[in-house]
């Protein structure tokens, strides 16, 4: 089957030279049937594809290991999801999966000029298209003859009894979601590109390229955008830093098309309903299109080392050569066709939407720039020639103008600080005209009703900022006070100056979401109320038709506010304070911004298919002011007959006195039994004459996969012994040998330890002794808050380790969890986050891309 | 021989099909 594969690989090949010549040969000529034929060759090849995607599928689905791809990238444990998903897992697939995107886009695309009115299938410009959109397939194919062969078996030696298996990094439902999305929208960028590139080659009226193909823009936006939002997220489930985009050259190189697309969208407007910005939306199609092109060569080469760094890669000069190739054939097509893009109007008042669109697209621009300055610049300034010239220039400025600067002698890395403060300067203004744009008219903006919806939504989003914000600064105060144990006033002070330059942006960017937010809503009510004085009919009727009628404004609202909860999700992130990196022990509390995270233990075992080996930290999270009620208290005192006294200490937990240091030592014992240790051990022998129990690991396979997994158990039994007293308690261990023994020194600690095996449950879920007080042991009661469980995985194919973040969400912030035990130890390293507003930023970006399909779906296009 | 094996190959083999049909139709578009 393999060779099948190679054969139609080539076939396929073939096919698409021979479309691209006969569709070329077709719109020279303007031969029609010659045209005809090419678009039946374009379908043709997109079945072909499709056969071909089928054929790596079932070698994926079937463990076919005769196929080195299907080797590399899976093995036989993996689930029928991820064996579909390693489809795209590496560079192979990856090529396969543009080609069968794009040629069955193509085909469609092709073929939806024979359905539409006009009659234009078979005319030069349906050659011109085909021929593209096959030569951009031809790349992929190219590729693939040529280079990076998805069916290449193994020929020395026979296949491999199983395969390497995929990046466990990987194996997660977002990171199988995030490729094939970007990728689709990458791809479906393609199309806008050709038909801009068709329509300047066949000489159609300029503009009417943009129109036809917007709902390929918003498709292609749509899906990025998705790659874009899915990849984050997986970024902040998956990595465990806490955050959700890291400003890795490779997220870079994605957000850049993401930047000149959504210009795009923008500048596309103008053209169609004014007829101007003709050059600058041509030339925004073709930078876009350069774009995904170069973000997959930024993603394939080497050049940049980043998270996303793919294995060797021999693609780089095939990518480069055609991204030069096509950055000249753009370059001059556009120069060829200056003179026939001219606007159908000029600019008549500096006061109008026009001119908001303009700068809405340099902005746009000036924020790409920002990105791929920063991208790049640590590649560039690592290059001798740029360190030679750069010091030269500098000397020259130093001996003509005195200005000092430091010499540059290594690569510069600006870090995500550095993106974090340059890209609000385009991002917030970039807000502002969000809000802006709607409400001022096309024309001229200089009107009263202008002026007064401005003012209006200004004071509307002023004055709920300026609650928010207030509101935002006083409970930071207060908790700060709280924390510290000063006044409101010495709080607030304390709190405004540890006030960044992110705060500021963050409450800018508070305020102009709430005044995008308000001008959709105006200009909506505005039109909704004009057309219902008409037609007489309901509110609720007439905002349906008029969406119907105008999806692009109505619907480009819907999109704004999705914006906005974007940029409020920024800013949430902006206003974040409260991280903290800490070591903890069984039972000790950390305040976290108004919870409390406490380490109940370790859970070690393997995972059901014994795929990897799982170390869960069970930390319990809990309301700071959130202390045992009474109920609680009952029911520890009744479970502690021996008890003196249990009262609440630092919540949750609580503090139980013991009448004896010796009773105290019992508890502990019985409680170690009770909690952690029946977890993490069984008692494989216990012998009464001696008082000897020979304790082993619960799930013994964990140690076979994590080597270190005994030290942090042997960690547990020396914390026990220490509580419970070396006098009372021994420990004996045999290197290698997964063998504990304990040997308690009298009958009542013995009976004490293997009582706590016993299986009664115990209202609570973790004790610790205080070592200053011995009759003191603090508790973490059972029945309060919720049991987080942030994981650390270790696989047993590759000894790969992935860390699994656990999180409380929250509709105003989310409780961030990742823990990853320390070697050797009873203690874990935590890291807790209070994230606010990160479900208004998920929220905003599945706005995004829901609104954004649902436009694609609809056309986009006003109706006449 | 599997269930998949079957529905794959049958699928392949459709694929197959209809971009043969689709070679046909294109040289019959050209005359």
Request: charge should be positive; proline fraction near 5%; charged fraction near 15%.
């Given at each position: 089957?393999?060779?099948?594969?190679?054969?139609?690989?080539?076939?396929s090949?073939?096919?698409?030279?021979?479309?691209?010549?006969?569709?070329?040969?077709g719109?020279?000529?303007g031969?029609?049937?010659?045209v005809?034929?090419?678009?039946?060759?374009?379908?043709?090849?997109?079945?072909?594809?499709?056969?071909?995607?089928?054929?790596l599928?079932?070698?994926?689905?079937?463990?076919?290991?005769?196929?080195?791809?299907?080797?590399?990238y899976?093995d036989?444990?993996?689930?029928?999801?991820?064996?579909?998903?390693?489809?795209?897992?590496?560079?192979?697939?990856?090529?396969?999966?543009w080609?069968?995107?794009?040629?069955?886009?193509?085909a469609?695309?092709?073929r939806?000029?024979?359905?539409?009115?006009?009659?234009?299938?078979?005319s030069?410009?349906?050659?011109?298209?085909?021929?593209?959109?096959?030569?951009?397939?031809?790349?992929?194919?190219?590729?693939?003859?040529?280079?990076?062969?998805?069916?290449?078996?193994?020929l020395?030696?026979?296949?491999?009894?199983?395969?390497?298996?995929?990046?466990?990094?990987?194996?997660?439902p977002?990171?199988?979601?995030h490729?094939?999305?970007q990728?689709?929208?990458?791809v479906?960028?393609?199309?806008?590109?050709?038909?801009?590139?068709?329509?300047?080659?066949?000489?159609?009226?300029?503009?009417?390229?943009?129109?036809?193909?917007?709902?390929?823009?918003?498709?292609?936006?749509?899906?990025?955008t998705?790659?874009?939002?899915?990849?984050?997220?997986?970024?902040?489930?998956?990595?465990?830093?806490g955050?959700?985009?890291?400003?890795?050259p490779?997220?870079?190189?994605?957000?850049l098309?993401?930047?000149?697309?959504?210009?795009?969208?923008?500048?596309?407007?103008?053209?169609?309903r004014?007829?101007?910005?003709?050059?600058?939306?041509?030339?925004?199609?073709?930078?876009?299109?350069?774009?995904?092109l170069?973000?997959?060569?930024?993603?394939?080469?080497?050049?940049?080392?980043?998270?996303?760094?793919?294995?060797?890669?021999?693609?780089?000069?095939?990518?480069?050569?055609?991204?030069?190739g096509?950055?000249?054939?753009?370059?001059g097509?556009?120069?060829?066709?200056?003179?026939?893009?001219?606007?159908?109007?000029?600019?008549?008042?500096?006061?109008s939407?026009?001119?908001?669109?303009?700068?809405?697209?340099?902005?746009?621009?000036?924020?790409g720039?920002?990105?791929?300055?920063?991208?790049?610049?640590?590649?560039?300034?690592?290059?001798?020639?740029?360190?030679d010239?750069?010091?030269?220039?500098?000397a020259?400025?130093h001996?003509?103008?005195?200005?000092?600067?430091?010499?540059?002698?290594?690569?510069v890395?600006?870090?995500?600080?550095?993106?974090n403060?340059?890209?609000?300067?385009?991002?917030?203004?970039?807000?502002?005209?969000?809000?802006?744009?709607?409400?001022?008219?096309?024309?001229?903006?200089?009107?009263?009703?202008?002026r007064?919806?401005?003012?209006?939504?200004?004071?509307?989003?002023?004055?709920f900022?300026?609650?928010?914000?207030?509101?935002?600064?006083?409970?930071?105060s207060?908790?700060l006070?709280?924390?510290?144990?000063?006044?409101?006033?010495?709080?607030?002070a304390?709190?405004?100056?540890?006030?960044?330059?992110?705060?500021?942006?963050?409450?800018?960017?508070?305020?102009?979401?709430?005044?995008?937010?308000?001008?959709?809503v105006?200009?909506?009510?505005?039109a909704?109320?004009?057309?219902?004085?008409?037609?007489?009919?309901?509110?609720?009727?007439t905002?349906?038709?008029?969406?119907?009628d105008?999806?692009?404004?109505?619907?480009?609202?819907?999109?704004?506010?999705?914006?906005?909860?974007?940029?409020?999700?920024?800013?949430?992130?902006?206003?974040?304070?409260?991280?903290?990196?800490?070591?903890m022990g069984?039972?000790?509390?950390?305040?976290?911004?108004?919870?409390?995270?406490?380490?109940?233990?370790?859970?070690?075992?393997?995972?059901?298919?014994?795929?990897?080996?799982?170390?869960q930290?069970?930390?319990?999270?809990?309301?700071?002011?959130?202390?045992?009620?009474e109920?609680?208290?009952?029911?520890?005192?009744?479970?502690?007959?021996?008890?003196?006294?249990?009262?609440?200490?630092?919540?949750?937990?609580?503090?139980?006195?013991?009448?004896s240091?010796?009773?105290?030592?019992?508890?502990?014992?019985?409680?170690?039994?009770?909690t952690?240790?029946?977890?993490?051990?069984?008692?494989?022998?216990?012998?009464?004459?001696?008082?000897?129990?020979?304790?082993?690991p619960?799930?013994?396979?964990?140690?076979?996969?994590?080597?270190?997994?005994?030290?942090?158990?042997?960690?547990?039994?020396?914390?026990?012994?220490?509580?419970?007293?070396?006098?009372r308690?021994?420990?004996?261990?045999?290197?290698?040998s997964?063998?504990?023994?304990?040997?308690a020194?009298?009958?009542?600690?013995?009976?004490?330890?293997?009582?706590?095996?016993?299986?009664?449950?115990?209202?609570?879920?973790?004790?610790?002794?205080?070592?200053?007080?011995?009759?003191?042991?603090?508790?973490?009661p059972?029945?309060?808050?919720?049991?987080?469980?942030p994981?650390?995985?270790?696989y047993?194919?590759?000894?790969?380790?992935?860390s699994?973040?656990?999180?409380?969400?929250?509709?105003?912030?989310?409780?961030?969890?990742?823990?990853?035990?320390?070697?050797?130890?009873?203690?874990?390293?935590?890291?807790?986050?209070?994230?606010?507003?990160?479900?208004?930023?998920?929220?905003?970006?599945?706005?995004?891309?829901?609104?954004?399909l649902?436009?694609?779906?609809?056309?986009?296009?006003?109706?006449? | 021989?599997?269930?998949?094996?079957v529905?794959?190959?049958?699928?392949?083999?459709?694929?197959?099909?209809?971009?043969?049909?689709?070679?046909?139709?294109?040289?019959?578009e050209?005359?």
């Amino acid at each position: 089957v393999q060779h099948l594969g190679q054969a139609l690989v080539l076939l396929s090949f073939v096919l698409t030279v021979a479309v691209a010549a006969v569709a070329l040969a077709g719109a020279a000529r303007g031969r029609p049937s010659l045209v005809l034929a090419s678009g039946r060759g374009l379908t043709a090849v997109a079945w072909l594809n499709a056969a071909l995607a089928l054929i790596l599928l079932r070698s994926f689905v079937l463990h076919d290991f005769t196929n080195r791809y299907v080797a590399s990238y899976s093995d036989r444990g993996m689930s029928l999801f991820y064996l579909v998903t390693a489809f795209w897992g590496g560079e192979k697939g990856a090529l396969l999966f543009w080609c069968v995107v794009l040629s069955a886009l193509s085909a469609v695309a092709v073929r939806s000029l024979r359905t539409r009115p006009g009659g234009e299938a078979g005319s030069p410009f349906a050659g011109w298209l085909t021929a593209i959109l096959a030569l951009a397939v031809l790349f992929f194919d190219v590729l693939m003859v040529f280079a990076s062969n998805p069916f290449e078996v193994f020929l020395a030696s026979g296949p491999p009894a199983d395969g390497t298996g995929m990046n466990p990094l990987l194996q997660n439902p977002m990171m199988a979601l995030h490729p094939p999305t970007q990728l689709a929208g990458f791809v479906a960028y393609t199309l806008p590109f050709a038909w801009a590139a068709a329509s300047l080659l066949a000489g159609r009226p300029p503009g009417a390229w943009y129109a036809e193909s917007r709902r390929w823009t918003l498709f292609a936006w749509s899906l990025l955008t998705a790659g874009l939002a899915i990849g984050s997220l997986w970024a902040y489930v998956e990595l465990g830093w806490g955050g959700f985009w890291g400003w890795d050259p490779v997220e870079n190189a994605g957000l850049l098309p993401w930047l000149t697309g959504t210009a795009l969208l923008h500048a596309g407007a103008l053209e169609t309903r004014r007829g101007m910005l003709r050059r600058w939306t041509v030339a925004l199609v073709m930078v876009t299109f350069l774009l995904t092109l170069f973000s997959t060569f930024l993603t394939r080469s080497r050049l940049i080392q980043s998270l996303h760094a793919f294995s060797d890669s021999n693609l780089t000069p095939f990518f480069l050569f055609y991204l030069i190739g096509l950055l000249v054939a753009c370059a001059g097509l556009l120069v060829l066709r200056w003179r026939f893009l001219v606007p159908r109007r000029r600019l008549e008042s500096i006061w109008s939407r026009e001119t908001l669109v303009v700068a809405n697209t340099v902005l746009f621009g000036i924020a790409g720039f920002a990105v791929l300055w920063g991208t790049l610049l640590p590649k560039l300034s690592e290059a001798g020639i740029v360190q030679d010239s750069y010091n030269v220039v500098s000397a020259a400025f130093h001996e003509l103008l005195g200005w000092d600067v430091q010499p540059l002698t290594q690569a510069v890395d600006v870090g995500p600080d550095w993106f974090n403060r340059v890209l609000p300067l385009a991002g917030l203004p970039l807000l502002a005209l969000t809000a802006i744009g709607p409400l001022v008219s096309f024309r001229t903006g200089r009107s009263p009703a202008v002026r007064r919806a401005l003012g209006r939504t200004v004071i509307v989003a002023a004055s709920f900022a300026a609650v928010v914000l207030g509101l935002h600064v006083v409970v930071r105060s207060q908790a700060l006070g709280a924390v510290l144990g000063i006044p409101f006033v010495n709080a607030l002070a304390e709190f405004l100056r540890s006030l960044t330059l992110g705060s500021v942006y963050g409450a800018v960017a508070v305020f102009l979401a709430a005044w995008v937010v308000a001008a959709a809503v105006v200009d909506t009510r505005r039109a909704v109320r004009a057309r219902a004085a008409v037609t007489g009919r309901s509110w609720a009727g007439t905002a349906w038709s008029l969406f119907r009628d105008n999806p692009a404004r109505f619907g480009g609202h819907g999109i704004h506010v999705g914006v906005a909860l974007t940029f409020l999700g920024f800013a949430g992130t902006a206003a974040r304070q409260e991280r903290k990196d800490v070591p903890m022990g069984i039972a000790e509390g950390l305040a976290v911004g108004g919870a409390v995270a406490t380490f109940l233990g370790i859970r070690e075992e393997m995972s059901p298919e014994g795929r990897y080996a799982s170390v869960q930290s069970e930390i319990l999270v809990t309301d700071r002011e959130d202390s045992a009620d009474e109920e609680v208290l009952d029911a520890l005192r009744t479970a502690l007959p021996g008890a003196v006294s249990a009262n609440p200490s630092m919540p949750p937990t609580v503090t139980v006195e013991f009448p004896s240091r010796g009773a105290a030592s019992d508890f502990l014992a019985t409680a170690f039994g009770r909690t952690a240790g029946s977890r993490d051990f069984r008692i494989e022998r216990a012998a009464p004459d001696t008082r000897e129990f020979v304790l082993s690991p619960r799930d013994p396979a964990v140690l076979s996969v994590d080597p270190a997994a005994i030290h942090r158990l042997v960690a547990g039994l020396r914390a026990l012994v220490a509580g419970v007293g070396p006098d009372r308690l021994s420990l004996r261990t045999t290197p290698g040998s997964p063998r504990f023994v304990l040997t308690a020194s009298d009958d009542r600690i013995a009976e004490a330890l293997a009582a706590g095996f016993d299986g009664t449950p115990v209202p609570y879920l973790a004790a610790r002794g205080d070592p200053r007080v011995p009759v003191r042991i603090s508790l973490v009661p059972a029945g309060m808050g919720e049991i987080l469980r942030p994981e650390v995985r270790r696989y047993a194919r590759a000894g790969q380790q992935t860390s699994e973040v656990a999180i409380d969400p929250g509709l105003l912030s989310d409780f961030y969890l990742a823990a990853a035990p320390a070697r050797g130890m009873d203690t874990v390293q935590v890291t807790a986050i209070r994230n606010p507003l990160m479900s208004t930023l998920w929220a905003g970006m599945a706005v995004l891309c829901i609104g954004g399909l649902a436009l694609a779906g609809m056309g986009g296009r006003r109706k006449r | 021989v599997t269930v998949a094996d079957v529905v794959f190959s049958a699928l392949i083999a459709a694929c197959m099909t209809l971009a043969g049909a689709g070679i046909l139709r294109a040289l019959k578009e050209w005359q």
